[in-house]
């Protein structure tokens, strides 16, 4: 009973598989006509690519804004670590710094 069935089955599937055109099982549904599959792939990297762009361009802005609003201030305070300026300068020349940030804003 067993095996009369799976040799059912398997007549079945081999005469299922002979009515399928030859270039279909070889080619694929596609073949001879336009495939939308093929654009995935460039649209994936244009999208990874453009995606990395737009990191690191913003990561740099931040970066070079930090830089130029620290810069005054963190030559100060490294002056003022050596010793090179006490603290009453030090203060001094902070909140001229700062005030000068105001006037531009």
Known sequence: ??????????????????????DTVVYGPWHGAFSPWFLLFPLFWIVLIGLFIFVARRTWRRDQHWAAGQGAEGVLRERYARGEVDETEYRQRLEVLRSGDRRQK
């Open 1 to 22: 009973m067993l095996t009369s069935l799976s040799t059912e089955l398997s007549t079945a599937a081999l005469s299922a598989a002979s009515q399928v055109p030859a």
